[in-house]
């Protein structure tokens, strides 16, 4: 089973760069893309990244991802942070391509103080 | 613009049912997987059913398989959950979500705002 691991919590001050890692396990990370969405709290979640580092319109370029298959994770970076960055985020992908299984990792809090 | 929108969420004791509808427009709704994820209270996200463009293939969380049914009116633009054996762990608001256009398992563009169904007796 492909397992997605993520830090609880991570915080930053505003205007400072953050990274937040999603560690994959019972396979290879870079075997499907991964996702990153943002929630902030009460709210539906919304996508940050795709397909690895490509961003949806309307996504500031202060989002970013990344892969690095050295540690079998992915990355999403946040620079010149705002206290609206604030809320969960999750990293996403895929047990399989053939039929897509989604897997999701618990999700990381971020707060920007 | 792309606009989904659920509703059929509310209370219901355990081992009954609820058909969730998702109502979709602003974009071609026959070219996409649909997808139905969970938020249970407090907690992460669980994807646990998608349906293909063309109604040839579903896929079910082994949480869910068995007990709910995901379908589609590609005629009237919905999206559909029916939820039978309803368990106090499926308690979680339900959000209907949309590919990416022209992509393949590369996550959801659009998200509704979500449906909340509570199972308690």
């Known amino acids: 089973n492909f397992v997605l691991t993520q830090p609880h919590s991570v915080s930053e001050s505003p205007g400072e760069t953050v990274t937040i890692s999603c560690t994959g396990s019972g396979g290879s990370i870079d075997s499907n893309y991964v996702q990153w969405y943002q929630q902030r709290p009460g709210s539906a979640p919304t996508t940050v990244i795709y397909e690895d580092s490509q961003r949806p319109s309307g996504v500031p370029d202060r989002f970013s991802g990344s892969i690095d298959s050295s540690s079998n994770s992915a990355l999403l970076t946040i620079s010149g942070l705002k206290t609206e960055d604030e809320g969960d985020y999750y990293c996403?992908?895929?047990?399989?391509?053939?039929?897509?299984?989604?897997?999701f990792g618990g999700g990381t809090q971020l707060t920007v103080l | 613009q792309v606009q989904l929108v659920e509703s059929g969420g509310g209370l219901v004791k355990p081992g009954g049912s609820l058909r969730l509808t998702c109502a979709a427009s602003g974009f071609t709704f026959s070219n996409y997987y649909m997808s139905w994820i969970r938020q249970a209270p407090g907690k992460g996200l669980e994807s646990i059913s998608y349906i293909s463009s063309g109604r040839d293939y579903t896929f079910y969380a082994d949480s869910v398989k068995g007990r709910f049914t995901i379908s589609r009116d590609n005629a009237n633009n919905v999206l559909y959950l029916q939820m039978h054996s309803l368990r106090a762990d499926d308690s979680a608001v339900y959000y209907c979500?949309?590919?990416?256009?022209?992509?393949?398992?590369?996550?959801?563009?659009?998200w509704g705002q979500g449906t909340q169904v509570t199972v308690s007796s």
């Open positions: 979500a949309r590919d990416f256009e022209g992509r393949y398992a590369s996550g959801w563009q659009f």
């Open positions: 996403q992908s895929y047990h399989s391509r053939v039929h897509p299984s989604p897997v």
